[in-house]
């Protein structure tokens, strides 16, 4: 498996802007690796992810730092450092997203295909509470449901967390508008989805990405703070799961995975950062 070592940076301030490389790190074959290993968290974007991971937070911030009084007014342009547009027809990229695709549709499982239906329409609880649907089954999963949050814990932070849901939904919707690309699968008819696709062109970014990253990453910093770094950890994991699993059901393109994974990095520091939203969270 592909690894690169994961930095983090207690200020997120250090590096270079992750957009300069796109091309080049597009070029990695990071989502192959799901078919080659069986490691629980090493799958489809393991790889890339990390790349993916230290460089949302380890780029230069153009964002500003200062505190707001209602951090949910913040426009979703200030987030148009963090996306660029997607690859073009004819490009490595575009077709990579589309061998990334097949590869990914001859290797998931039954369990992902449901799991990424039960997922549809995703809401605080629905993504991060370890209670489930009987149907879906962790043993059949690389998650594991028993890292999540219990029943007390989603009723504590859902106020909260509902409505950072929907401000990441602002943003992506924004963007989703902005650059208006199709599915894979009204693009290449041998891509075969196995759960619904969403109507419109609106797969990039991808919000339930973004929304899996942005949370992942909130509670990950959360844990660590409490000093829980294992449970830190599995949190960041499993919001990149979140995203990964668009891309192996076949209804996001690989890089409109990575575009928001890219967004919810971005609003996840952007909110750690205002002094209203840090001031809320750590008081729950």
């Given at each position: ?46 790889a890339w992810t990390r790349i993916l991971f230290i460089a949302a937070f380890g780029i230069s911030i153009s964002l500003s730092a200062k505190s707001s009084d209602d951090w949910y007014k913040i ?132 919000s339930h990405t973004a929304k899996g990253a942005l949370l992942g990453c909130l509670f990950s910093e959360k844990f660590k703070t409490l000093g829980n770094h294992e449970r830190a950890e599995k949190f960041l994991e499993y919001g990149e799961y979140m995203g990964d699993l668009r891309a192996i059901i076949g209804v996001h393109h690989p890089s409109d995975v ?27």
């Amino acid at each position: 498996m592909f690894e690169v070592q994961r930095v983090r940076h207690e200020t997120f301030t250090c590096g270079e802007n992750w957009l300069d490389s796109w091309p080049r790190l597009l070029e990695l074959s990071y989502f192959l690796q799901r078919s080659l290993t069986g490691h629980k968290w090493g799958g489809v974007m393991g790889a890339w992810t990390r790349i993916l991971f230290i460089a949302a937070f380890g780029i230069s911030i153009s964002l500003s730092a200062k505190s707001s009084d209602d951090w949910y007014k913040i426009p979703p342009e200030d987030f148009q450092s963090f996306i660029q547009n997607f690859p073009q027809p004819g490009s490595e990229p575009y077709q990579q997203d589309y061998e990334t695709l097949l590869k990914l549709q001859s290797t998931r499982s039954q369990e992902e295909c449901q799991l990424g239906r039960y997922l549809k329409w995703p809401n605080f609880a629905s993504l991060f509470a370890k209670d489930k649907p009987e149907y879906l089954d962790d043993h059949l999963l690389p998650v594991d449901f028993d890292d999540l949050l219990s029943k007390s814990e989603i009723e504590k932070y859902k106020p909260l967390m509902n409505r950072v849901l929907r401000f990441s939904s602002k943003v992506t919707r924004h963007y989703k508008t902005l650059y208006a690309r199709d599915r894979p699968s009204r693009i290449n008819s041998h891509i075969k989805p196995c759960a619904e696709v969403p109507e419109g062109k609106k797969s990039y970014p991808s919000s339930h990405t973004a929304k899996g990253a942005l949370l992942g990453c909130l509670f990950s910093e959360k844990f660590k703070t409490l000093g829980n770094h294992e449970r830190a950890e599995k949190f960041l994991e499993y919001g990149e799961y979140m995203g990964d699993l668009r891309a192996i059901i076949g209804v996001h393109h690989p890089s409109d995975v990575v575009a928001g994974k890219s967004i919810g990095y971005a609003i996840c520091d952007r909110l750690l950062r205002d002094e209203s939203f840090h001031k809320a969270f750590k008081a729950l």
